[in-house]
């Protein structure tokens, strides 16, 4: 059992954590009228874990020919974990580095976008967050993950499930590809 699978079946037992899989996310993408991939609309997922929807959902947002940048400022998310909101960060770059550079916009949006919410503060989670995304990204923390991005590449450790879902050039998804 690796690091991770270990990590996630601890969780599961401490916090009833669990991962929505890539193939239910997309099955439940699926399900969505057309018009909410139009450019300009924003998604919100209030327990985002890791970013299992965001991810998907930035994806199609840049299959369908939305501007990376455009894109990934329309994902919104929260989490009381710590370390599920820095890897859906971190995730969500990884999806910006397939298509284009990263960039300080990138980061900010992401530090803006995805946020932890501290149970002191919110005792009751996502029920008592505001969701107004107010943070201002710290000067030094964008330039942190900037050197961590382009000089230790951080970004090759982050893994993606993209081996079940296969994106044709024409911007359309294909899951039985």
Known sequence: MTDLEQKRKKRRKQSAEVFTPPSLVNDMLNKLPEEVWEENKTFVDPACGNGNFLIWILLRKIAKGHDPLE???SVYGADIMRDNIQECRLRLLKVISLHETVTEEHIKAIFRNIVWINMKK???GSLDYDFAFKNRPKKA?????MREIHKEQKLDEVKLPVDEEKFTKKGCIDLFA
Do not use: D, I, S, T
């Open 71 to 73: 894109a990934l400022k």
């Open 141 to 145: 923390n964008v330039e942190q993950w």
């Open 122 to 124: 919110h005792p009751g």
